[in-house]
């Protein structure tokens, strides 16, 4: 492993290195790093309930990953440096179940809870965020804004099991608002 240090050019850098450090997870084996491919200047990250894939304009990514290996850490990110540790091998973890639907269709399950923190993770700073498709229990956006680099912002998110307990609860509470509206 070895330690690599840059000097962050502008804000638009610093909130694009801030949103990739926030979706990993460093406590996690195969989960804590940044994966750059260098032929589609694409950065991606992932922590098996959410996933992060930003597909950067030729300019942006040369300054920002252009001299970086394909698998990195941040250990260290300020306003005008950020220092990363490199991978040793490239870990492929299981990105299946992020994908993977829940059922046969059409009977796939609509109740489920996000977990706000993981979905603020993700759109955080983002100007709009377009809920685009949904397969199986996966919901996959496409960020826009202009706090970041030039270039494509995709991402998904697995939601958690809502239990039966709180959708039945849930059910209740509006079944009572709506009692209450007929008086």
């Not at 450090?21 to 940044?34: C, K, R, S, V």
């Not at 252009?66 to 973890?93: C, H, M, N, Q």
């Not at 983002?126 to 229990?137: C, E, I, L, P, T």
Request: hydrophobic share 35%.
């Amino acid at each position: 492993m070895g330690t690599i240090e840059k000097e962050i050019k502008n804000t638009k850098e610093y909130n694009l290195l801030s949103l990739l450090n926030a979706n990993t997870n460093p406590h996690q084996a195969g989960f804590e790093y940044i994966r750059l491919d260098h032929n589609l200047r694409r950065a991606f990250v992932c922590d098996r309930y959410k996933l992060l894939v930003v597909t950067l304009e030729p300019e942006p990514w040369n300054e920002i990953f252009g001299s970086l290996p394909e698998l990195l850490t941040i250990t260290k990110l300020r306003k005008d440096s950020v220092a990363y540790v490199t991978g040793d091998e490239f870990l492929r973890p299981e990105y299946a179940s992020i994908f993977s639907a829940v059922g046969q269709e059409p009977n796939y399950t609509p109740v489920a809870v996000f977990d706000l923190e993981l979905l603020n993770c993700l759109t955080s700073k983002f100007d709009y965020v377009y809920f685009v498709k949904q397969a199986g229990s996966v919901l996959f956006m496409r960020l826009i804004g202009d706090k970041y680099p030039p270039g494509e912002y995709l991402a998904g998110i697995m939601p958690l099991k809502c239990d039966d307990d709180k959708i039945n609860e849930t059910l209740e509470l509006l079944k009572e608002l709506g009692n209450e509206n007929e008086h």
